[in-house]
Nanobody, 116 residues
Framework: QVQLVESGGGLVQPGGSLRLSCAAS????????MGWHRQAPGKQRELVAT???????NYADSVKGRFTISRQNGENTVDLQMNSLKPEDTAVYYC??????????WGKGTLVTVSS
């Protein structure tokens, strides 16, 4: 079993920045991919960015050029640097992990509010 804990959400003004972090823990597991999804009020959950153990990083078109996903080699963490934030980025952001057996795990989410 894998546990995911997010941190770093909060209130920020339009044009501001926030950095989200997610730490994975649990019994021995391998990581196939980690990433972030978000769900705005009244909308479906959507992919924000993913970073696989091997392969290319993927971003939603709406965040390209503003958000950067990263992982430290050998660490079970994933960060999301969010710049030039817009009100439409307001959402609950969820950390997501797919392990080596293709099991999906989700964090409880962290709220990001972009408002003046």
């Amino acid at each position: 079993q894998v546990q995911l804990v997010e941190s770093g959400g909060g209130l920020v003004q339009p044009g501001g920045s926030l950095r989200l972090s997610c730490a994975a823990s649990g019994s021995a597991f391998s990581i196939y991919t980690m990433g972030w999804h978000r769900q705005a009020p009244g909308k479906q959950r959507e992919l924000v960015a993913t970073i696989p153990r091997r392969g290319s990083i993927n971003y939603a078109d709406s965040v390209k050029g503003r958000f950067t996903i990263s992982r430290q080699n050998g660490e079970n963490t994933v960060d999301l640097q969010m710049n030039s934030l817009k009100p439409e980025d307001t959402a609950v952001y969820y950390c997501h992990l797919i392990d080596g057996t293709y099991m999906n795990y989700w964090g409880k989410g962290t709220l990001v509010t972009v408002s003046s």
